[in-house]
């Protein structure tokens, strides 16, 4: 195989998956993605003090699985609260969200945090994506994520 270094007129670094084991590898349940617009709120949870929390804020989904969301923001900072790290850098917030998959299905209350995020900048100013991954997600929550992606793809 060729090294990255060889890999010539490739215009952006490649990232290269290697396998941990040589074992078949199953697919989850959670690769299962929408690319949809669900509407949520959500909060920010102080990582080392759970009591400190942001005031509510509004986004929607650019996509959506059973294993988290990404979303757009035009800040990646909320009142004194960062959406991924505490002052201190190396601490984490985390997210309480409150999921709208729609009249039939409700509200679903989740756990997330911040697993990555990316400046943009347009001529019309500077935006960020977000990947969030959810945390400890419930069984009837999962359920109902699950129903809503499968009519969102349209395997009803």
Do not use: C
Request: aromatic residues 10%; charged residues 25%; without cysteine.
């Amino acid at each position: 195989a060729p090294s990255l270094w060889s890999m010539r007129g490739t215009p952006f670094p490649v990232r290269v998956e290697l396998p941990m084991t040589d074992k078949p590898r199953r697919r989850y349940a959670g690769h299962m993605t929408a690319d949809v617009h669900v509407p949520f709120r959500f909060r920010i949870v102080h990582g080392r003090d759970p009591s400190r929390k942001s005031s509510e804020q509004t986004a929607r989904t650019k996509s959506l699985n059973l294993m988290g969301l990404s979303f757009e923001t035009p800040r990646i900072e909320v009142e004194d609260f960062h959406l991924s790290f505490t002052e201190a850098s190396y601490g984490r917030n985390s997210l309480e969200i409150v999921l709208d998959l729609g009249k039939r299905l409700g509200e679903v209350d989740l756990l997330g945090q911040v697993e990555w995020y990316e400046s943009r900048q347009t001529p019309a100013g500077q935006y960020f994506i977000v990947g969030v991954g959810f945390i400890d997600v419930q069984a009837d929550v999962m359920a109902a994520m699950r129903e809503f992606l499968r009519q969102a793809q349209g395997f009803v």
